[in-house]
């Protein structure tokens, strides 16, 4: 009987704990919270607000960004079955293409940053792979849910989609590029990315 | 003797009646009675927004199997889908929940990813977007633009 109970307690002590630590550690937000804050404290540096700085705080901005995202993950999977298809060579270009392209679309909005601030709502974690949820709330107080996905790779976290509003970005750009691929070429939809961050 | 053969055609003209009947409602109720050709994936959404077991699942508009059954798991919809033998899900391909025309039914549409891995019976898959909800967006972009 007494067994019984302490072998209780031992289980109970083991559960409790595998299932809060997790929770504690929270790595995967972690991360996100590092790089968004390392993000916010350049947008409000006053420092770099001076258009001749505009180069400087662009490419510091990307430097904080290239370090949680997965790049080639991304692009992958934004090809998705087209990549197979590629050349190492092509694969490269490709992954830096896409990265300019995502630069471009997104450091605007970022540049233009008016006070808005983010609240972070909790994460799951399967295995290697986690999502991350946040709110940014605007000015106006309106919420923007905000849902990274990060995969577990060799070092770190690193994010492979982002879905704003329910819309992933991933998503978004694999069924552009399959119908571009597929009505025309790859070689005119490299065409097209240079034509865009050109 | 007669009375015999009349009540034995009465007899068998119900019981092919009743063959009919049954064939009928099996096939109007999608019911699976005899033996599902597929394999079953599941998928976890934060929210289904209406979708319905026998709902359709679609790949680049095709038709390739149906919704099998919606159950909540830790707050958030299990939905088990029936995919058709012949057809392959990548490990990343993405499952989101769309809507026919403006304010039609809801589908699964899976867009094929990448990758070189396939789900096998029992798999899941990752990459999930629940429906975009256009009461929600309405409200945000009529309240927003104060």
Known sequence: MRLTKRFCFLISFFLIFGMTLPAWAGEPTEKIKQTTEKILSIVKDPALKSPAKAQERKKL?????????????????????????????????????????????????????????????????????????????????????????????????????????????????????????????????????????? | MKRLDLELAVGLFIIAGIICLGYLSIRLGRL??????????????????????????????????SVKSIVLDNYQARVILNVSENVKIQEDAIASIKTKGLIGEKYVEITPGGSDKAIGPGGRIRETLSPVDLEELISKFVFGKI
């Open chain 1, 61 to 198: 901005i990307r430097q904080a960004v290239d370090e949680r995202f997965n790049w080639e993950e991304m692009a992958r999977r934004a090809l998705a079955r087209h990549w197979e298809k590629r050349t190492e060579e092509e694969k490269k270009e490709f992954v830096s293409l896409f990265a300019d392209l995502l630069e471009r679309t997104y450091l605007n909005k970022v540049e233009g940053y008016s006070g808005e601030k983010v609240r972070y709502e909790g994460e799951s974690v399967d295995a290697s792979y986690a999502s991350v949820k946040m709110k940014i709330i605007t000015e106006k107080n309106v919420d923007i849910p905000v849902e990274y996905r990060l995969r577990k790779g060799a070092m770190d976290w690193l994010v492979y989609d982002v879905s704003i509003e329910g819309v992933s970005l991933v998503n978004n750009y694999r069924t552009q590029f399959n119908s571009i691929i597929t009505q025309s070429s790859y070689g005119n939809l490299v065409k097209k990315l240079k034509e865009k961050t050109s």
């Open chain 2, 32 to 65: 699976e009675v005899l033996g599902n050709k597929g394999y079953e994936i599941y998928a976890m959404f934060s929210n289904t927004g209406g979708l319905k077991s026998g709902s359709d699942i679609v790949i680049a508009g095709v038709n390739v199997g």
